[in-house]
């Protein structure tokens, strides 16, 4: 191209010249500059708007020109940004149509106007060169715009922040292609930038300058220089401010001034850097920082801290690396190998997304700002996440994993991390995916892993929230939004395509599956668990989107971990572990790439350091810890219960005595168990002696032995005639008296006839036939031939009836009931009760007799109405003997748990955790419960002829006291387990007996 | 580079309302398979750190690097983690258990941190060979004198194979030929490969460290000397004050003073020309146990105790 212009050969002449030599090259064109206009543009001007109709192109001459677009929600959309010796708006040249960019300086710009008259006056003129002008043009739409030299300016607004400001554009410059400049050192440049001149950066435009190859210029500020600082801000494409947080959110005065005079036009993209002590535990309050001022995206850094200093140069030189962890429940862990891996190559995260489980691992890695502790807070925050509940609401309660995360969050908001940070969940009420990157952390982590259906969902803002990953499996777009314009590295865990499964039954019985996985001898079927199969069907919305992200990532870390179950989160560390592993090779590759990311130097100091450090260890075999945690938990069961033996043993007298009072205590309690069973069954088995299921007595009594009331025996013969004989019973209290003298009792004297069975049932002697002749139970302790008196009356014992007692332990007495009428009622015909086996017959002539009947099992039960309360208080006695029994045992295994605090807590110095160290108490005190109970049914056997009740104790009494034992003192060591678990490990320092 | 890095550790924690800071900013190193000694008087904060250094006790601020990973940063579940893999322990009171034989003592951790029951012992076995205790290995620690104790003790301290052991003076109940043949032991340990870190006052020792991390209270006027002049009857120190300094008498004498509670002096000694005095308080951390006064006009020589613990060993060399 040959470029005439006039006579005079201007400043401004050349850089036109330039410019359209650079836009235009190698047409052969002959371009009259003196004919061409230019124009000049201010910061934030309009070249032109989108949808303008146009008939003109530009070539940018110097400054900046920013390409826009609506974004379709009210805000813009920036395209490409573009510099001196480019063609911008070229295809109305040609179709005169609508603009689909608008066009906006960001600085002081001078453009060269090429209009449509000048088009046809070249084609007219030079139609060979002009064919070749248009090929150019319309080639354009295929390459790549060129890449403006990009402008950054780091302006420090406070002199207590230069220092930090300084680092961040030194650490900027070691990124390899940029240019510090100080004003103090070129001090022509400092002039002509503040002076205004247009073209003061011409010389890194145009490439005059030594960092003519490079593609941006790094400017610093000075707190002070205001003329300065507002120049460069004007002039950059990225401008990062640096505020002191100790200055606080308000915006200063010079800041202030600042920010007025340079319009928010003028810079494509603004970053806020907060400056906090090196000690700061945390970010705070950010979001009063980015209420005050407009700003794109915000930064923190520490004083002093390499990572963060590096961190932010990164961001502010646009080769920032973003992370995008994607969602796969405790697979997502993975991610945090590809983290490992990542800071072992030098490789650090600039900013992160995440999304359901990989939200976890993203909030953490930006809470910590630094991979040290990443994989134990990981740990902690995934292990016993679940805690299911009934599914009403969902399958998991939540408080687990909504405690963990409160507990590590706490008030804090997603913009106060180390890291930039966004986490990604589905908003179901408005049905779009929401990227948190402001409000409350814990609420946007809690949303971004409720699975639905598994976890509750969570509302904020009135909206209904789940997992993220319904929507977005790999939080690409989240990660977008922070800002960083470098490499973008995804950490995808969807599982690989092609088939996942082996075929599946069509029918799963649940029980046959679970006695396939409980019975050894079968092997388990693997199938899917529906919590597995709920969450992997959230997803499947997503995975069409997952490609389309996929398409724009610069490595992307696709991880197979399919064979952890989702949910499995008791294994997170082995799947950070085979994480690492997959990860390594990709990011090793991703590092020699042609497009390789910027390192951070305080990463590769610490490789360094570390491989200096490169030692032999000694190679003593270590002892094999089982990897199998299911046959290490078995081995320590078994240790911990070969331990709780021994010291069984070396106690043994003390342990032997604990046995021998409890077993006293057990035997009481067995004891009074039988007497109550005695006292239960005893009217039972004394009606059962009279024969005959039915008694009849008179309207209003509710028993025989227990009422007074009679009635004559004239009734029986108005009953008809019943198909058996009527027993005939006159019953009534009386007193019996032995040979010796103060042998009374009180006695239940019975006089019988015509009873079902003929008799009451003897077990010696005979019946008694006439006055002056009884039988009488064998409770009472008489013989057959005893001589006693039954009340005024002398009488004979002819027969003893067994266990015929009632109202615990009165004898009976059966005497004929002539004899019982002469002693009672003065020979009158009356009668208590009568005694038949059915009653069919003689119902209705009951009620015209004013009788009732009644079963024996009724006046069984009446007749034990009087001892209720007794029975009860026996029972209460029995609880409070098992108490004591238990206070026994509670006390002697504390006592040995005091004991041994020592030996506690060497075991947990040394590691051992405090459950199997707990197991083996209580195994010790179900031991003594156990060895005590089977001692108390010896001593039972003992005690119970001493008894002046009988004692009744069935086989199931004697299980159930065994079980009862042990069951009681399980219990009983909860006291001595509470105080191991309390055991605190620094006293086994203690010298000897402290 | 080491394999234990101490920065800045500070331990503090509150006994009956008053703080008390028994690690106050220490920073040390100590190097793979070395055999550091930990030195200082009683309430020096040996014990404290080494607590620190075995994951059971957490450091108020500062860091602990072990083979890499900052332990002083771990949550509770990698702290036992830590305790179970990375660091054996020695106890002063060796703290077996009495219910167990020799060999189950060795073996117990391991079994209780899900070894099978065979390895364990089959280690624990080997393990007692190695402390020269095989032919004891059933027996059960009241059957064992204080010296086969401790290297019982050591095996176990040995048994995870952690590459830190730990020992809180471990020769402290002991005689000297017991002493010596657990110092003979825990050097041979060192010489495998171990890093052993070994708390003691037990001068007997100091010769077989390949390092020390000194303890004892930071004492100002660290460095300097200086001449003190007295005249008769002047007092130098009294009873039951605290002081950093010894002293060594130039010239003239000076009187060690008991006083009683009912206010009586008695003279307890003199110390000439070339004795030192005051020095068992500074170096225990201890008040002043007796008042010192110019019996005539005297010279004294002032010196920390660094230097005095310097000039007394180079007297003895």
């Known amino acids: ?994 | 580079m080491p394999s234990v890095v101490i920065q800045d550790l500070v331990v503090e924690y509150t006994s009956n309302g008053y703080p008390i800071r028994p690690l106050d900013g220490l920073s040390a190193r100590v190097g793979d398979g070395e055999l550091a000694l930990l030195l200082g008087p009683s309430g020096s904060g040996k014990t404290t750190l080494l607590s620190c250094l075995g994951g059971i006790l957490r450091p108020t601020a500062g860091s602990i690097t072990i083979d890499g990973v900052d332990i002083a940063a771990l949550d509770r579940r990698s702290l036992l983690a830590h305790r179970r893999r990375s660091v054996g322990f020695v106890f002063q009171a060796f703290n077996l258990i009495p219910s167990l034989s020799a060999l189950d003592n060795v073996a117990m951790p391991l079994r209780l941190t899900g070894t099978s029951a065979r390895s364990a012992r089959e280690r624990a076995g080997h393990l007692l060979e190695q402390v020269a205790l095989a032919d004891r290995a059933e027996h059960r620690p009241g059957q064992l004198s204080g010296g086969q104790q401790q290297r019982v003790a050591i095996a176990r301290g040995l048994a995870s194979g952690a590459p830190l052991l730990l020992a809180d003076e471990p020769t402290a109940n002991l005689d000297y030929i017991q002493a010596e043949e657990i110092i003979v032991l825990l050097r041979g340990i060192a010489a495998t490969g171990h890093t052993v870190i070994v708390s003691t006052h037990d001068e007997r020792l100091l010769p077989i460290g390949d390092s020390a991390i000194d303890l004892a209270p930071v004492l100002t006027a660290e460095s300097t000397d200086e001449m003190i002049q007295l005249d008769a009857g002047e007092v130098l120190f009294r009873q039951g004050s605290t002081g950093v300094r010894v002293y060594l008498v130039e010239n003239g004498a000076i009187d060690i003073l008991r006083e009683s509670s009912d206010g009586s002096e008695s003279v307890v000694a003199c110390r000439g020309a070339g004795e030192y005095l005051g020095e068992l308080g500074p170096m225990m951390g201890k008040p002043r146990s007796a008042t010192a006064r110019a019996a005539s006009k005297s010279t004294v020589r002032s010196m920390s105790v660094h230097d005095f613990r310097q000039l007394d060993a180079d007297q003895r060399a």
């Not at chain 1, 950054?152 to 300084?166: M, N, Q």
């Not at chain 1, 920082?289 to 520490?302: K, P």
């Not at chain 1, 009860?872 to 006592?895: D, E, K, S, Y």
Request: hydrophobic share 45%.
């Open chain 1, 1 to 994: 191209m040959t470029i005439r212009n006039g006579d005079t050969e201007t400043d401004e002449g050349t850089a036109t010249r330039d410019a359209l030599d650079r836009a235009l090259p190698g047409n052969g064109l002959t371009i009259d500059v003196s004919a061409l206009t230019t124009r000049t543009l201010d910061a934030g001007e309009l070249l032109c708007d989108e949808g303008d109709q146009g008939a003109t192109a530009w070539v940018i001459v110097r400054g900046r020109v920013q390409a826009v677009a609506d974004d379709g929600a009210g805000g813009e959309r920036r395209l490409g940004l573009h510099g001196p010796g480019e063609l911008i708006g070229e295809s109305a040249l040609l179709d005169q149509g609508i603009r689909r960019a608008g066009l906006r300086a960001v600085r002081r710009t001078l453009v060269v106007v090429l209009d449509r008259a000048w088009l046809l006056d070249v084609m007219a003129t030079q139609p060979q060169a002009a064919m070749a002008l248009l090929t150019t043009i319309l080639r354009r739409g295929d390459t790549q715009p060129s890449q403006p030299t990009e402008v950054i300016a780091i302006v420090p607004l406070a002199t207590t922040v230069a220092g930090e400001a300084r680092a961040v554009a030194t650490a900027a410059s070691a990124l390899g292609r940029h240019v510090v400049l100080d004003p103090d050192q070129h001090p022509s440049l400092h002039r002509a930038a503040t002076n205004g001149e247009l073209d003061w950066l011409d010389e890194f435009d145009r490439g005059g300058h030594p960092a003519q190859s490079e593609p941006g210029v790094v400017l610093l500020g000075h707190p002070t220089r205001r003329d300065w600082n507002v120049a460069i801000a004007r002039a950059a494409d990225r401008v990062l401010f640096v505020v002191d947080s100790a200055d606080g959110p308000e915006v200063g005065t010079e800041e202030r001034r600042l920010l007025d005079s340079v319009p928010r036009a003028a810079n494509s993209v603004r970053l806020l850097a907060i400056v906090h002590p090196n000690d700061a535990d945390r970010p705070r309050s950010t979001r009063e920082w980015l209420l005050r001022r407009g700003v794109d995206h915000h930064l923190h850094l520490r004083r002093q801290t390499p990572a963060d200093t590096g961190r932010v140069a990164r961001h502010a030189a646009g080769r920032a690396l973003t992370l995008a962890i994607g969602a796969g429940g405790v697979r997502s862990a993975g991610a945090v190998g590809t983290i490992e891996a990542m800071a072992e190559r030098g490789l650090a995260v600039d900013a992160v997304a995440g999304v359901s489980g990989g939200s976890i691992v993203a909030a953490w890695l930006a809470v910590l700002g630094t991979t040290d502790g990443l994989d134990a807070k990981t740990i902690w925050s995934m292990r016993k996440l679940l805690d299911y509940t009934i599914p009403v609401g969902a399958v998991v309660a939540g408080g687990r994993a909504w405690r963990r995360i409160e507990e590590a969050c706490g008030d804090r908001d997603v913009l106060d991390t180390w890291i930039p940070l966004s986490v990604t969940s589905t908003d179901l009420t408005a049905a779009v995916s929401i990227n948190h990157t402001a409000g409350p952390l814990a609420d946007a982590i809690y949303a971004s892993i409720s699975i639905p259906g598994i976890f509750p969902p969570v509302d904020i803002d009135g909206h209904v929230h789940i997992d993220g990953a319904v929507f977005d499996a790999i939080p690409v777009e989240g990660g977008r939004l922070l800002g960083a314009q470098g490499p973008m590295v995804v950490v995808d865990l969807s599982p690989p395509s092609g088939k996942t499964t082996a075929p599946l039954p069509r029918v799963m019985s649940g029980q046959r599956l679970l006695m396939r996985r409980l019975v050894p001898g079968f092997t388990a079927e693997r199938v899917p668990n529906p919590l597995d199969t709920i969450m992997r069907s959230t997803t499947v919305a997503s995975a069409r989107r997952r490609v389309a992200a996929l398409e724009a990532v610069d490595c992307h870390v696709h991880l197979n971990l399919s064979e952890f179950s989702v949910l499995d989160f008791g294994k997170v560390d082995q799947v950070m572990a085979l994480g690492k592993a997959q990860s390594i090779p990709i990011i090793e590759q991703f590092l020699a790439g042609p497009d390789a990311p910027a390192l951070d130097p305080s990463l590769v100091e610490a490789l360094d350091t570390r491989a200096g450090d490169a030692r032999v260890r000694h190679s003593e075999e270590h002892p094999s810890i089982d990897s199998n945690s299911e046959r290490a938990g078995v081995a320590a069961l078994i240790g911990s219960l070969s331990l709780a033996w021994s010291d069984l043993r070396l106690r043994a007298r003390r342990f032997a005595v604990a046995i021998a009072a409890t077993s006293v205590v057990l035997a009481l309690l067995l004891l009074m168990t039988g007497v109550v069973n005695q006292l239960n069954r005893e009217p039972a088995v004394a009606v059962a002696t009279f024969g005959g299921s039915q008694w009849i007595v008179p309207v209003g009594a509710d028993g025989v032995f227990t009422s007074s009331a009679t009635f004559p025996e004239s009734v029986v013969a108005g009953l008809g005639t019943p198909s058996e004989p009527i027993g005939k019973v006159l019953v009534a209290r009386y007193r019996l008296a032995g040979a010796t003298e103060g042998s009374d009792l009180d006695v239940i004297l019975v006089g019988h006839a015509d009873l079902p069975n003929g008799a009451p049932n003897l077990q010696a002697g005979a019946v008694a036939s006439g006055p002056g002749q009884l039988v009488v139970s064998q409770d009472a302790g008489f013989d057959v031939g005893d001589r006693v008196r039954l009340g005024p009356v002398d009488a004979t014992v002819t027969g003893i009836v067994a266990e015929t007692t009632l109202f615990a332990g009165m004898p009976m007495v059966f005497v004929p009931l002539d004899a019982a009428r002469q002693l009672v009622v003065d020979d009158e015909p009356l009668l208590s009760a009568l005694v038949v086996d059915d009653v069919a017959n003689i119902a209705v002539s009951l009620q015209t007799a004013s009788l009732r009947a009644l079963s024996a099992e009724a006046v069984a039960s009446d007749a034990l109405g009087p001892i209720e309360r007794p029975i009860a208080t026996m029972r209460l006695v029995q609880v409070l003997l098992a108490v004591v029994a238990a206070l026994i045992i509670g006390a002697v295994v504390f006592l040995a748990t005091l004991d041994r605090a020592r030996d506690i807590a060497v075991l947990r110095a040394m590691g051992v955790n405090s459950g199997p160290i707990s197991l083996g108490v209580a195994a010790q005190a179900i031991v003594i419960g156990f060895i005590a109970s089977l001692i108390a049914l010896i001593v039972q056997l003992a005690l119970a002829p001493a008894f002046p009740l009988r004692v009744f104790i069935e086989t199931v009494d004697r299980v159930v006291l065994v079980s009862v034992s042990m069951l009681v003192a399980a219990a009983a060591s909860y006291g001595a387990i509470r105080r191991t678990l309390q055991a605190d490990p620094a006293t086994a320092f203690c010298g000897p007996g402290g």
